[in-house]
């Protein structure tokens, strides 16, 4: 199975140079993989390389849906504490 970015991609470009089987290509409105391209890093990484560095969390998805780089991944926040947090964060 091959990974997939969705909508809320930022084409940030960070991702691009690492795919070891260039599977990712520009595309509008976002970054889109080449499922036929795809490795998932099998063989090059022990991690995929476009989650470990994709600054988004939730936009690169595994062949099931799944995030590979899920809600909290980046900021060690739980989902469901991130509007307790923010308010916080924003109160300073």
Known sequence: ???KIIEGCVN???C???CPSEA???ALP???IDARACTEC???FADPQCASICP???VILDGLGVPVNPPGSLTGIPPDRWAEIRTQIQAR
Do not use: S
Request: aromatic share 14%.
């Open 56 to 58: 988004i969390e939730g």
């Open 12 to 14: 940030c470009w960070a």
């Open 30 to 32: 976002h970054f889109m």
């Open 1 to 3: 199975m091959a990974y």
């Open 16 to 18: 691009l140079p690492l």
């Open 24 to 26: 990712i290509r520009e």
């Open 42 to 44: 099998e063989g090059d």
